[in-house]
């Protein structure tokens, strides 16, 4: 997938009405073509507003994502569940897989090998998450961790070039705070260097998600190896989401 775009993925979570439509509506009117020249923006609310999202993006650049996917492929009695067909089917052509959110309420590495193998028949695109827990990252074992999330999250995947990938620390999400820029830089760095290493791809696309927002967003900027952003609490706020695609595309 080509990396020369900067990426702004707007991950709702479970937040956002069918009157939250107001706040993608603010991000429409920003006919800038230099911000669509440099930024690919990716809306991703929760299932239920996928159809009047996809509706209302029509004719702009915008483009559209799950936030998750059921491992099975086929339709089945699975109640409660959207498989990687019927999110493409409303329009999606991304989906994040492996999040830490969903990892921590039971997603294995298996499951969401499953979920990859699903989305890729579908041909989505799919934004893997890989992050390290505090626990894990004070006993020194994140490297150990990203990269055993990678290994089986990727098992059996030859055609690699819809993933990209989003390095969040789990203990930067929701918390406000953010790894410090040289650590950061060495993390997605090292991340780059193994998909390359072990997994041949060429020109790795790998983001940084946890607290982005229009204060830090200067400082994460300085640091040239992030290709984009993976944006919750912030994303929903049309004013701070214009503002942190400013200040990266300025
Ligand atoms: P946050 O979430 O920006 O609210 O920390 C990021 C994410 O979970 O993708």
Known sequence: MTNNKIYFIANWKMYGTLHSVQSLKNVIKLKNKQIYNKAKIIYC???????????????????????????????GAFTGSVNSKM????GCKYVILGHSENRISGDSDKIINLKVKSSIKENLKIIFCIGETLKEKKKNKTNLILKKQLINGLRNIKNKKNIIFAYE??????????PKSNDLENQILQIKHFLKRKFRIKHPTVLYGGSVSPKNISALNQISSI???LIGGASQNSKKFIDIIKKTIN
Do not use: D, R
């Not at 994502?65 to 492929?73: E, L, M, P, T």
């Not at 999110?87 to 409303?90: D, R, S």
């Open 227 to 229: 290709n984009g952003f």
């Open 87 to 90: 999110i493409k089917n409303v």
């Open 45 to 75: 609310p929760p299932y239920t507003l996928l159809e009047l999202f996809s509706k209302s993006i029509k004719k702009t650049k915008l483009e559209l994502g799950a936030q998750n996917c059921h491992f099975h492929s086929e339709y």
């Open 169 to 178: 620390p789990v203990w930067s999400i929701g918390t406000g705070i953010i």
